[in-house]
């Protein structure tokens, strides 16, 4: 399981050096691990949507934001609307038309729950996102069907672990229960006030937490987060007009609520990323698949692969 998890993270970190068309649109090649598994029983195939969710979003540092539950509520729903159409259709459906049909499938439930805290203004991009879900499923079952990846993905090559399991140690524990809760406490202010002020203080420390992990506050991230936040609730009638673009009327309401929901999101970003930090048990199963995520990175960036394509670098990672 730890292994499936990692080859998840392999093939998000292989996407994100692939150029981006246009923000917010990802291909998900994340779900080729998961196009490999569909072989096993629901239980464990259920499993592995949380896992690859999980240790994504503590990687990329989204655990305690609302993406994550974004994240993980479409990788279950997908991914079990996936496994159930082989089982609905056998042969009928080929491997291009379940990662379509899943793609899809992860669209709309994207929008739905964006447009849960964003307002009905996300709805906008079901559309264009609904397109590119046929590219990208296709995109995903064609690296899926190139990289054949051996036993179904279910072992590394030559059926030896890429790393061992480890004890934790008791002071990493302490330090665990120490701070998590301040970032829980911190998270509770967040999502539980609309005072500006407050909010924008606690941006700063969640800013500066971050900081003391060790990871660097990266801007672009944020600034087109707020551009789409600000794009979805801004044109939302609230209160007084401040200005018009076009047939559309910009009030001070709306401002103010887009402002607050942009500085939310960036500080439960800042609070992921620093609770990323705090170490989790080394034998866990998330822990393992970090593990074998930078084992594979390594092999993936080694210097003997240096000029060899996309395809080529990541079937020698998985196998050999």
């Known amino acids: 399981m730890a292994y499936l998890g990692a080859l998840a993270l392999l093939f998000s970190y292989a996407e994100s050096m692939l150029p981006r068309f246009a923000p917010f649109f990802r291909l998900g090649l994340s779900n080729v691990a998961v196009l490999s598994s569909l072989s096993l029983d629901f239980p464990l195939f259920l499993a592995l949507c949380v896992v690859k969710s999980a240790s994504s979003s503590l990687v990329s540092g989204t655990l305690f934001s609302p993406f994550f539950i974004v994240s993980i509520a479409q990788s279950v729903v997908s991914g079990s609307f996936m496994f159930a159409l082989p089982r609905i259709f056998g042969n009928r459906i080929s491997v291009y038309g379940i990662s379509v049909s899943g793609a899809a499938v992860s669209s709309a439930v994207q929008v739905f729950l964006c447009s849960l805290y964003l307002g009905s203004g996300t709805f906008v991009f079901f559309g264009p996102m609904l397109v590119f879900s046929v590219f990208s499923g296709f995109s995903t079952a064609?690296?899926?069907?190139?990289?054949?990846?051996?036993?179904?993905?279910?072992?590394?090559?030559?059926?030896?672990?890429?790393?061992?399991?480890?004890?934790?140690?008791?002071?990493?524990?302490?330090?665990?229960?120490?701070?998590?809760?301040?970032?829980?406490?911190?998270?509770?202010?967040?999502?539980?006030?609309?005072?500006?002020?407050?909010?924008?203080?606690?941006?700063?420390?969640?800013?500066?937490?971050?900081?003391?992990?060790?990871?660097?506050?990266?801007?672009?991230?944020?600034?087109?987060?707020?551009?789409?936040?600000?794009?979805?609730?801004?044109?939302?009638?609230?209160?007084?007009?401040?200005?018009?673009?076009?047939?559309?009327?910009?009030?001070?309401?709306?401002?103010?609520?887009?402002?607050?929901?942009?500085?939310?999101?960036?500080?439960?970003?800042?609070?992921s990323r620093f609770a990323s930090s705090v170490p989790l048990p080394k034998n866990s199963v998330v822990s393992l698949s970090i593990a074998h995520f930078h084992a594979m990175t390594a092999r993936f960036e080694s210097g003997g692969m240096k000029g060899r394509n996309f395809v080529e670098r990541l079937r020698f990672v998985v196998n050999g």
């Open 142 to 271: 064609f690296v899926c069907s190139a990289l054949k990846i051996r036993d179904g993905g279910l072992s590394p090559a030559g059926g030896s672990p890429l790393v061992e399991p480890q004890k934790t140690e008791c002071g990493t524990f302490a330090r665990s229960v120490l701070l998590l809760p301040v970032v829980f406490f911190l998270s509770v202010i967040v999502f539980s006030t609309d005072r500006i002020s407050l909010l924008v203080s606690v941006f700063a420390v969640a800013a500066a937490l971050q900081k003391m992990s060790g990871r660097r506050f990266l801007f672009v991230p944020h600034f087109a987060m707020w551009v789409f936040v600000f794009l979805s609730s801004v044109f939302v009638p609230d209160g007084k007009v401040v200005f018009r673009i076009w047939k559309f009327s910009v009030t001070d309401g709306a401002l103010l609520l887009a402002a607050e929901k942009c500085v939310r999101l960036s500080s439960s970003i800042c609070l």
